[in-house]
């Protein structure tokens, strides 16, 4: 089969397109054929090595050289061989450690969820990571509290505007300009312009902010978060030795000196990723939810959808499709 591996550290070109041998199933997994995978920056910080402190940290980097293997975490496809809960057939999507950017890959059935009978697999597979950690960062929010998405028209924060507006929290958001309309049309009642406008002196107080971009301090936000307020990291701005790890790290040391709430959103390791997959089925056949795509790539042009998503400017999704399911 074709696989997409990785043998050093570095940019998208770095990755080579490779004939690997065909996955076999172990005890307790199924065969799946891909159909579709997402590019995260979860994907790319593992392509680049980056942040570089990163790699004395559990979790997959080498200090040196990467594992060889194969990225992608997202993944959206079709059962290939009989398991004791899925068999050949079922559409099925998933969060994985690495090795969707494949044609086939081996999944443990207790990772698999059933696809929204709704979706296309390309839709599908722009919402594992990315819906289960904005899903993860709005636990306990309640209707009628009022949510503030900071970088809500990324992945994980068009996904946060619809949530919680599902909840039914009273949600802004912050992004740039050019995506303002985007944002109300998924929920959001009024839309900071990041570029000009300095939401943490707005004036407005927040029960949760839900903080994606990274572009202000715990201590800044405490301006806007309610006296019992929660501030939930999810990301930051991305850099090559410490960000975002450092911004999300510095966030939790800031909540032992501050009287709000800091946590972390944190979808990796979420111990019941399929769960919360079957939480967000319910929702996106219900209406409530629809993953947003800025762009769809074929399998072929994988490397250039790493560099599309890596400079940061997505809608929503960078999808990456492997040919229609007959």
Request: charged share 20%; proline share 6%; hydrophobic share 45%.
């Amino acid at each position: 089969m074709k696989a997409l591996v990785q043998h050093v550290y570095g940019p998208a070109d770095s990755l080579s397109f490779e004939d690997v041998p065909d996955p076999v199933p172990g005890e307790g997994e199924v065969l799946v054929r891909v159909r579709a995978s997402s590019v995260n920056p979860y994907d790319w910080h593992f392509m680049r090595g980056e942040p570089y402190v990163a790699r004395l940290m559990t979790g997959g980097f080498g200090l040196r050289r990467p594992p060889v293997g194969v990225l992608g975490c997202d993944l959206a496809g079709r059962v290939e061989t009989a398991g004791s809960r899925f068999g050949p057939g079922d559409d099925v999507y998933a969060i994985l450690p690495r090795g969707a950017h494949a044609e086939y890959v081996c999944v443990p059935e207790d990772l698999l969820a059933p696809m929204p009978v709704n979706l296309t697999h390309e839709q599908a597979a722009a919402m594992p990571m990315a819906a289960v950690t904005a899903l993860l960062a709005l636990r306990g929010v309640e209707a009628g509290q009022r949510v503030l998405v900071n970088g809500a028209s990324g992945g994980v924060g068009t996904f946060a505007v619809q949530l919680a507006t599902a909840l039914g929290a009273r949600v802004d958001a912050v992004c740039r300009a050019g995506n303002a309309s985007m944002a109300r049309s998924l929920g959001a009642e009024h839309v900071f312009d990041y570029r000009a406008e300095d939401f943490t002196r707005s004036g407005r107080r927040y029960d949760v902010v839900l903080d994606v971009a990274g572009s202000r301090s715990v201590f800044a936000c405490r301006r806007v978060l309610a006296r019992d307020g929660t501030f939930v990291a999810v990301g930051g701005p991305a850099g090559r030795w410490v960000q975002p790890a450092g911004h999300v790290f510095a966030a939790l040391v800031s909540g032992w000196f501050a009287r709000r709430r800091v946590v972390l959103a944190d979808a990796v390791a979420c111990r019941d990723k399929a769960a919360v997959l079957r939480e967000l089925t319910a929702l996106v056949e219900s209406g409530a939810v629809t993953p947003v795509v800025d762009r769809t790539y074929p399998f072929d042009d994988l490397r250039a959808a790493f560099g599309y998503q890596e400079a940061g400017h997505a809608r929503g999704k960078v999808v990456v499709t492997l040919g229609a399911v007959s």
